[in-house]
């Protein structure tokens, strides 16, 4: 389980995280949210990535707030909606880097990481991909990379900031579809802008406005459209129409 308790962040004079609070446990849970929310902000504190002003985060009811990014990563494993501005490294290389975390500078990767980053790449359907340069690869293809390097990572709770970004309808199923699949065994929170998604997907919704969790539950019960009125400040309806998907995203 993954719980934040009056969670609190600035930059500089600029509060952008108020008092956040809510726990995830496992499956897939989902932050919606207007830009600017703070949900990026948000994930790169429970990532340690940023520090924040007040609050705590737990893990399992372990106080992880204090440790340092490198700790954090062990048990926490964070992918960013940015694809890095990378040298021609390989995919498989690129997987590897994963494993960061747990390897010691001194010693470089042993037998276990390469094997960590090659059965992620196995569990994606990426091991034809090891060789290619990553920088050669398509939107699609270099998203699932970098779900396959938080794989590798390993970590008890997995957060992916907006992993549909820029993709086509295909590859956004493709991309949820393998997220929803990592959210069996443990907590998985992603932040998406599409509450359609979020609903096909997710378990669980949290709904962001202004640094702040305004709502959060079932997401049948919480991506309602009085509750997408309020929080994107436009008029919103449910229509009765059928809904397209792609075979076998559902049984």
């Known amino acids: 389980m993954l719980s934040v308790e009056g969670l609190s962040f600035s930059y500089g004079e600029r509060d952008v995280l ?13 932050l919606l949210g207007p830009n600017g929310s703070g949900k990026s902000t948000l994930m790169k504190c429970i990532a340690g990535i940023l520090r924040p002003r007040e609050g705590k985060i737990l893990v399992n009811g372990n106080d992880v707030t204090g440790l340092s990014q490198r700790e954090i990563s062990k048990m926490i494993a964070y992918s960013s909606q940015e694809f890095p501005k ?19 500078p001194l010693e470089g990767p042993k037998e276990e990481d390469e094997k960590a ?13 090891a060789e290619r340069p990553f920088t050669e690869l398509s939107g699609g293809e270099k998203r699932l ?7 590798a990572q390993g970590g008890e709770v997995l957060l992916f900031d907006e992993p549909t970004s820029f993709l086509d309808f295909r590859n956004q199923h493709t991309v949820l579809s393998v997220i929803s699949s990592l959210a069996e065994d443990r907590p998985v929170l992603v932040s998406l802008h599409d509450p359609n998604l979020a609903l096909m997907f997710s378990q669980r919704a949290f709904l962001m406005k202004n640094g702040r969790i305004i709502g959060g539950g079932r997401a049948e019960e919480v991506i309602t459209p009085e509750n997408l009125s309020l929080l994107y400040e436009v008029p919103i309806e449910k229509r009765s129409v059928p809904l397209m998907v792609p075979k076998g995203v559902f049984p």
Do not use: Q
């Open 18 to 30: 108020r008092g956040v609070d809510f726990s995830i446990e496992r499956g897939l849970n989902c």
């Open 86 to 104: 990378a040298f021609p490294y390989t995919v498989f290389e690129m997987v590897l880097m994963g494993r960061n975390p747990h390897i010691d």
């Open 117 to 129: 980053a090659f059965e992620a790449l196995k569990r994606l359907g990426l091991e034809d991909l």
């Open 145 to 151: 990379v970098m779900i396959a390097r938080s794989i």
